[in-house]
């Protein structure tokens, strides 16, 4: 049973940072392509970012110089740091896992954390 428990979700106002992160085993760690997904009322669940086992990302255009996604190997754990953070970025956030070569109908997802953008 592959576990990917998530963190750091939570209410910000806009401009401010948040750090999410997901802990996995170290053999999911290592060989799957990791990464956030991203779910707000009434919208279709999209891609934030994600990071292969060779540290390569890839994040959505709406993001792109705002967050950052990083591993760190020492805890099996993917960081998604969200900087300068807008009303639109609310949404509930999904870690993911998915072997290379892979689509999202055989990955691996996290339970969700809430992320509020609100004065």
């Known amino acids: 049973q592959v576990q990917l428990v998530e963190s750091g979700g939570g209410l910000v106002q806009p401009g401010g940072s948040l750090r999410l992160s997901c802990a996995t085993s170290?053999?999911?760690?290592?060989?799957?392509?990791m990464g956030w997904y991203r779910q707000a009322p009434g919208k279709q669940r999209e891609l934030v970012a994600i990071i292969t086992s060779g540290s390569t990302t890839n994040y959505a255009d709406s993001v792109k110089g705002r967050f950052t996604i990083s591993r760190d190997a020492t805890k099996n754990t993917v960081h998604l740091q969200m900087d300068s953070l807008k009303p639109e970025d609310t949404a509930v956030y999904y870690c993911?896992?998915?072997?290379?070569?892979?689509?999202?109908?055989?990955?691996?997802w996290g339970q969700g954390t809430q992320v509020t953008v609100s004065s």
């Open positions: 993911i896992a998915r072997q290379v070569g892979t689509g999202l109908g055989s990955a691996y």
């Open positions: 170290r053999i999911i760690f290592s060989i799957y392509v």
